[in-house]
T-cell receptor
Framework: NAGVMQNPRHLVRRRGQEARLRCSPM?????VYWYRQLPEEGLKFMVY????????ESGMPKERFSAEFPKEGPSILRIQQVVRGDSAAYFC????????????????FGAGSRLTVL | GQQLNQSPQSMFIQEGEDVSMNCTSS?????WLWYKQEPGEGPVLLIA?????ELTSNGRLTAQFGITRKDSFLNISASIPSDVGIYFC???????????FGKGTKLSVKP
């Protein structure tokens, strides 16, 4: 019973290149969340997706960042024209439940993808 | 926006000692979650709290949902080297069920 699977675990890109991070949620989970973690910091929410829908992208930078969760296949977080400030650990989490107002879902996290921009 | 303040930021303790850490929020929460993150890994859920005043244990870990609903506490008894890691509190982050995290308490245990 695999947990949340993320790949690649480590990714090195040069400034201006594109980074694609993939996430397969736990079996039976159809809700995916992406978080970013800078060194010595907590996790910051980026985007919440259900299959084929972006539900909340309030934490995602308006430019260069995009996310999708297609009907088939993993969720993808895409960062175009990466800059050094994009270097961070990106975590995906999944939940079997829909988000609800003022509540908190218990999220199961993957091991993360560590992006280094040279 | 909502903020979670965790303290202490870091702790250096001797094996066998008890540990206490806490988390306060700027607004009332109806759920508190505690996660542990080990180096190179993602956060793993330790304890979930859903009711003010609730006290819940998971082995040597005990967490409490504060009566004011604006704070929570995590205690670890008789620490061991494998308790090393960063402990994060988390709560409802907005209208869509995402989580907001504290900055973490980094625990180091000397054998």
């Amino acid at each position: 019973n695999a947990g949340v699977m993320q790949n690649p675990r480590h990714l090195v890109r040069r400034r201006g290149q594109e980074a694609r991070l993939r996430c397969s949620p736990m079996k039976g989970h159809s809700h995916v969340y992406w978080y970013r973690q800078l060194p010595e910091e907590g996790l910051k929410f980026m985007v919440y997706l259900q299959k084929e829908n972006i539900i909340d992208e309030s934490g995602m930078p308006k430019e260069r960042f995009s996310a999708e969760f297609p009907k088939e296949g993993p969720s993808i977080l895409r960062i175009q024209q990466v800059v050094r400030g994009d270097s961070a650990a990106y975590f995906c989490a999944s939940s079997p439940l829909a988000g609800r107002n003022s509540g908190a879902n218990v999220l199961t996290f993957g091991a993360g993808s560590r992006l280094t921009v040279l | 926006g909502q903020q979670l303040n965790q303290s202490p930021q870091s702790m250096f303790i001797q094996e066998g000692e008890d540990v206490s850490m806490n988390c306060t929020s700027s607004s009332i929460f109806n759920t508190w979650l505690w996660y542990k993150q080990e180096p190179g890994e993602g956060p793993v859920l330790l304890i979930a709290l859903y009711k003010a005043g609730e006290l819940t244990s998971n082995g040597r870990l005990t967490a409490q949902f504060g009566i004011t609903r604006k704070d929570s506490f995590l205690n670890i008894s008789a620490s061991i080297p494998s308790d090393v890691g960063i402990y994060f509190c988390a709560g409802p982050g907005g209208s869509q069920g995402n989580l907001i995290f504290g900055k973490g308490t980094k625990l180091s245990v000397k054998p």
